[in-house]
């Protein structure tokens, strides 16, 4: 099985900077897509960034030009660096990756979606 587990979230100051990593861990070969999502209190989760095979992103326009969504395969590693943090930012970010796997014996491969549990990200005012 494939696990997706997000870090790199807390607090932050207005203006400041972060960046979330989402390691996967398992019999991965690759990442193929990936995204990450946010929820904040009472609002409705809002797709904040995806990452293509092509290496092509797409952002949502309330972070345009102030995140960065990434993929280091080597490390399967998906990354959201954060800049320039509003307090309107302040959600828990998830991590959602497609992952090319293979099972026990080496002898299939699958192309599955995963979630991580998310984390928090809190920027002060």
């Known amino acids: 099985q494939v696990q997706l587990v997000e870090s790199g979230g807390g607090l932050a100051p207005a203006g400041g900077s972060l960046r979330l990593s989402c390691l996967a861990s398992?019999?991965?070969?690759?990442?193929?897509?990936a995204a990450w999502y946010r929820q904040a209190p009472e609002k409705q989760r809002e797709l904040v960034a995806k990452?293509?095979?092509?290496?092509?992103?797409t952002y949502s326009d309330s972070v345009k030009g102030r995140f960065t969504i990434s993929i280091d395969n080597a490390k399967h590693t998906v990354y959201l660096s954060m800049s320039r943090l509003e307090p309107e930012d302040t959600a828990v970010y998830s991590c959602?990756?497609?992952?090319?796997?293979?099972?026990?014996?080496?002898?299939?491969?699958?192309?599955?979606?995963?979630w991580g549990r998310g984390i928090q990200v809190t920027v002060s005012s």
């Open positions: 990452i293509n095979t092509d290496g092509d992103v």
């Open positions: 959602n990756a497609e992952v090319m796997s293979v099972d026990t014996t080496y002898s299939h491969r699958y192309q599955t979606s995963y």
């Open positions: 398992g019999r991965i070969i690759d990442i193929i897509n």
